[in-house]
């Protein structure tokens, strides 16, 4: 039973139902994506971002999981069976700054830079320039983009290009994210793929990897 948080991610859920009313925004704008020929997997996720402890206990927390001894985060593990449906790579969204390793502290933190629009420095660079498209895998983070999602697309240009959008949540769904990708890269096709809650991201990889081979018919 994944106990830590709990009380954090109840509240998303409540919170979530009274302001949207249950259910992603649909994106039914009359969106073209472009054949996927060149992609790349971009995905954010607290695990590589965060110095845990060797010993860290991975059932205290529904966004930790252990494979091969290796600890993942909810977002990685959609990425990789992305990438592996379509056969390119994953590139993670590091920030120079680590966040704590306590929970409620990176709510905290991520609340603050959420209010003071904040752009965390990233570590490392991608190649977008022969790109088609980005599969873009982030949870959601007090229901919008984690800010250095912004700060990734702040750096780069997406115009032209598909966005295909997975976000991983514990109740929110994809809240304000896909309008604020829109906002963030006007010339792009922003597609809402599919929300995946946290606490059961294993129990859905049939269906992530089913919908990217849908996305790439
Ligand atoms: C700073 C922070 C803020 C969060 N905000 C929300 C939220 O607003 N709504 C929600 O449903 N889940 C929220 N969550 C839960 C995460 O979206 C969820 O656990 C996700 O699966 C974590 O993915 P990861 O393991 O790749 O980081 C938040 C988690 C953190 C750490």
Request: aromatic share 8%.
């Amino acid at each position: 039973m994944k106990r830590y948080g709990t009380a954090i991610i109840t509240t998303f859920a409540l919170l979530s139902a009274i302001l949207t009313g249950c259910g992603d925004k649909s994106n039914n704008d009359s969106i073209q994506p472009k054949p996927v020929n060149n992609s790349a997997v971009v995905y954010f996720s607290r695990v590589g971002n965060t110095d845990f402890a060797d010993d860290v206990d991975v059932t205290t927390s529904a966004s930790l999981n252990r494979e091969n001894g290796e600890l993942k985060g909810n977002a990685q593990l959609i990425a990789e069976w992305i990438a592996d449906e379509v056969n390119t790579e994953t590139v993670e969204i590091v920030t120079e700054e680590k966040y704590p390793e306590n929970y409620d502290s990176t709510v905290d933190q991520a609340k603050n830079e959420q209010g003071d629009k904040a752009r965390p420095k990233l570590k490392n660079s991608i190649d977008v320039k022969d790109l088609d498209t980005i599969w873009l895998v982030t949870p959601n983070w007090w229901y919008d983009l984690p800010m250095p999602v912004y700060t990734f697309f702040d750096e780069y240009d997406l115009s032209g290009k598909n966005i295909f959008v997975y976000v991983t949540h514990e109740g929110s769904g994809f809240s304000k994210i896909i309008d604020t990708i829109k906002d963030l890269e006007p010339d792009a096709q922003v597609v809402e793929v599919l929300s995946v809650k946290g606490g059961s991201v294993k129990d859905e990889e049939q269906k992530i990897r089913d919908k990217t081979k849908e996305m790439i018919k």
